[in-house]
């Protein structure tokens, strides 16, 4: 007697990542679509876009979030960006603990996926952190907008959009319920330093935060971590100082606000790149010169397994030291006393050239559907595919098909272009090679 035994088909991690965002993208347009959503009735395509830059933790917006959508508009708004955050597996596992279910092998694979934990032991007790952890920020950070925001709008107003804020802060979301985003907030130090605080800690990356949190020393932090935090002090510092001087003399931005405040509003709008999306300059008046630096900014974006998206800043600073080290003659680059493998360059280069790919692709298709200037079409690319959120204001006078071309670069950005690499392509081991031969290039 023979027995057919029939192969379970099993969805992979990238897979399952992309799929999840899916699914809370289509609930989420389902519940904005809903009578209750909005004051005015929205179309379908408007829903989706709304829904896939909450979950993609975008921010980029068609309309006035705080005129057109209800209360519970903007908490299922608030819910997408907070699941889209953190994961939406990240919390059905995370309710499986809670009702004392047994984690698999699948989600633990899945968890160390999705946050690139590098081994499969402690996946659960490191999600159990990372969920502590986000929930600990977002509570610190709410007393402390609190304090300043419910003397200012009262007690009902200033609690909700101090939680408003934090969640799509930390989540480096940028969605805003004040019509002018953060603008009427650029000479209050305290709502800058709170939100600014939130959204680089949510960009820097899980994997630094509890690395540092369990290794007091910086001598025992792991590469990843020295490279994170050195790379996001000094590309702040920089974009800080750039953006100061670029916009010191103009009069649309911040001329007329004292030395200080000046300072406080160009850190606050060259950290928001990377990608939180609030903006507190209007970004259509600034300077051609700081807009693209804020370009460059938003296509490197955060830290890996963070809330934040682009090519990172990891990948973008092993690109530097290997062409660096290729001038320089040196045949393997180092950092912090570290030597980088191959394999990590190869990878990061693979990562920008996908990505350019998916921002040239886009910008190709949206210049035959779009009839807006080439500047603002590209700021909103490449916004959308870093995830950021900060607009020239013409996110609304896209076209529908305009506006669908950016839900899948936001899409594209939030997954990462390693998980559609890996959605494409069936990589295998190969058992022989080719002679080598030369190739001319440069």
């Known amino acids: 007697m023979t027995t057919n035994y029939k192969k379970r088909k099993t969805i992979s991690p990238p897979a399952l990542i ?5 699914i809370t993208i289509m609930i989420g347009t389902l519940l904005l679509k809903l009578p209750i959503a909005t004051h005015v009735s929205i179309s379908w395509t408007d829903a989706f876009f709304t829904a896939t830059s909450a979950t993609t933790v975008t921010g980029l917006s068609v309309f006035d979030i705080n005129t057109s959508l209800t209360l519970f508009g903007e908490i299922v708004l608030l819910l997408l960006i907070q699941i889209g955050g953190v994961g ?14 047994k984690i698999g092998m699948k989600n633990r694979i899945f968890i160390q996926e999705s946050f690139s934990y590098q081994s499969i032991g402690g996946t659960i007790k490191f999600l159990r952190e990372i969920l502590l952890f986000v929930f600990f920020a977002e509570g610190i950070a709410f007393i402390a907008l609190s304090f300043f925001w419910v003397p200012e709008f009262g007690w009902k107003d200033g609690l909700y959009y101090s939680v408003f804020h934090v969640v799509s802060a930390f989540n480096n979301a940028g969605f805003s319920i004040f019509s002018d985003n953060l603008v009427s907030f650029a000479g209050n130090p305290p709502v800058i ?6 959204f680089v800690i949510g960009g820097i990356g899980f994997i630094v935060v509890m690395d540092v949190w369990h290794k007091r020393s910086v001598r025992q932090w792991a590469l990843h971590t020295k490279m994170m935090i050195f790379g996001t002090l000094t ?5 800080t100082l ?13 001329a007329d606000l004292s030395f200080l405040d000046k300072v406080w509003t160009s850190y606050f709008q060259a950290v928001t790149p990377r990608t939180a999306g609030f903006n507190i300059m209007n970004v259509g008046d600034m300077e051609e010169s700081s807009l693209l630096l804020t370009l460059l900014l938003m296509f490197i974006g955060g830290g890996s397994a963070s809330t934040a998206s682009g090519i990172k800043l990891t990948t973008f600073m092993v690109i530097i030291l290997a062409t660096l080290s290729y001038f320089r003659g040196i045949k393997e680059p180092h ?20 990505s350019s790919c998916v921002i040239f692709t886009a910008l190709f298709l949206l210049s035959i559907t779009e009839k807006i200037p080439f500047l603002p079409v590209l700021f909103e690319t490449i916004s959308a595919f870093g995830t950021v959120g900060l607009s020239m204001g013409v996110t609304d006078d896209f076209s529908s098909v305009g506006k669908v071309i950016l839900c899948i670069v936001m899409f594209l950005g939030r997954i990462g272009p390693l998980t559609l690499f890996f959605l ?9 090679h080719f002679s080598y031969d030369q190739v001319q290039t440069g």
């Open 18 to 22: 992309a799929l999840s965002f899916a």
């Open 88 to 101: 939406f597996m990240a919390f059905a596992v995370a309710l499986l603990m809670i009702l004392g279910r």
């Open 193 to 198: 330093l709170i939100l600014s605080s939130l």
């Open 235 to 239: 590309l702040n510092a920089i974009a």
């Open 242 to 254: 750039f953006l100061l001087i670029l916009e010191f003399h103009n009069d649309k931005t911040i």
């Open 335 to 354: 950092i912090f006393k570290r030597t980088i493998k191959a394999e990590i360059i190869v990878r990061s280069m693979a990562i920008a050239a996908v």
């Open 424 to 432: 494409l392509i069936r990589t295998k081991k190969e058992s022989y």
